[in-house]
């Protein structure tokens, strides 16, 4: 499981991409403890954080998140994957199974608006390519869910041929009219 905290100073009206004050997760750990402390950024990845937020956040005390926050146009959700997706390719080298899960997240959420887990994603994804690529997005969540121990060092030639695909396909969505897929009959939802 995944923990991340997010402070927000002011409640401003929505903006894309929105600033993000103050970000915690715990791949952040070891600069935190190191001293060191991000600046706040403009981050388009906020923009599905605080979607999901919006609409998932269950208050221990004072108002919901829909009540606080602005609603995220899936517009800008859509915009938030095309400018994340550059980045997250240019640092795929030693964090392939993270790179195939969000891959996995963004097609999903660029062909059908939902934004669900990574293993979740990954098994729609599975349902979505051809086999030999879906049989490396299996071994990738199964990696994430701890029943196999994923080594990618013989699985590199797959790795790219999967996110060559996988970018394809996400750029794809996002070049369509929305809710209209080219391979819409193909897709389901969980």
């Known amino acids: 499981m995944e923990l991340m905290v997010i402070a927000v100073s002011d409640v401003v009206p929505w903006r894309f991409p929105p600033r993000a004050e103050f970000v915690y997760g715990e791949w952040l750990r070891e600069l935190f403890e190191a001293g060191s ?4 950024v403009r981050d388009p990845d906020l923009a599905v954080v605080l979607k999901k937020v919006i609409d ?11 009540e606080v926050f602005d609603p995220v146009p899936m517009a800008d959700i859509r915009r938030a994957i095309r400018d994340s997706l550059p980045t997250l390719l240019a640092e795929a080298a030693g964090d392939e199974r993270n790179v195939v899960l969000t891959l996995s997240r963004m097609w999903l959420t660029a062909a059908t608006g939902d934004i669900a887990p990574k293993d979740v994603a990954a098994e729609w994804v599975e349902q979505q390519a051809p086999p030999e690529h879906a049989a490396v997005v299996q071994y990738a969540r199964k990696g994430y869910l701890g029943t196999v121990e994923d080594r990618w060092g013989e ?36």
Do not use: W
């Not at 402390?37 to 706040?40: G, K, L, M, Q, S």
């Not at 970018?167 to 193909?186: D, F």
């Open 56 to 66: 998932n956040s269950l208050p221990l005390y004072g108002s919901n998140a829909a």
């Open 37 to 40: 402390v991000p600046e706040p």
């Open 155 to 190: 699985k590199q030639e797959d790795f790219e041929a999967l996110v060559s695909y996988m970018k394809g396909s996400i750029e794809k969505c996002l070049g369509a009219p929305s809710g209209k897929h080219p391979n819409n009959h193909r897709h389901r939802t969980n």
